[in-house]
């Protein structure tokens, strides 16, 4: 058995240095490799929206309130120009890409009609 039953005090498998290294290593190589644009920044921020949705406010607390909205509001347009770069990188990459592979189609082409 993975832990042994031991409590989290004694160390145990959560505390286990494997543990910690494959939550980094999931954290830095898997999810980035399988969630298309995963961010850490992303993932936190959507994380601080839902906590925002499911806090239950006062309503001794409305500047607290905007506050985090304003924050939160910062936060999705740093995102979404971030997105944004990346679209047009990727973009600018797959025109680069397109124009080679005609270019050397042209020069295949060429070759072929010169043998001939």
Do not use: C, H
Request: net charge negative; aromatic share 10%.
């Amino acid at each position: 058995m993975l832990g042994g039953g031991a409590s989290p005090e004694e160390g145990g498998f959560p505390n286990s240095r494997f543990a910690k290294w494959f939550a980094e290593f999931d954290e830095f190589r898997i999810r980035p490799f399988l969630i298309r644009n995963y961010t850490l920044e992303a993932v936190e921020t959507m994380d601080q929206l839902n906590e925002l949705f499911t806090k239950n406010f006062d309503d001794k607390e409305p500047d607290e309130v905007q506050a985090k909205l304003e924050e939160f509001d910062r936060k999705t347009r740093v995102l979404s120009v971030y997105n944004n770069q990346v679209r047009n990188t990727l973009a600018l990459r797959a025109q680069s890409v397109n124009m080679r592979l005609s270019a050397l189609s042209n020069q295949n082409e060429r070759k072929t009609r010169a043998n001939d």
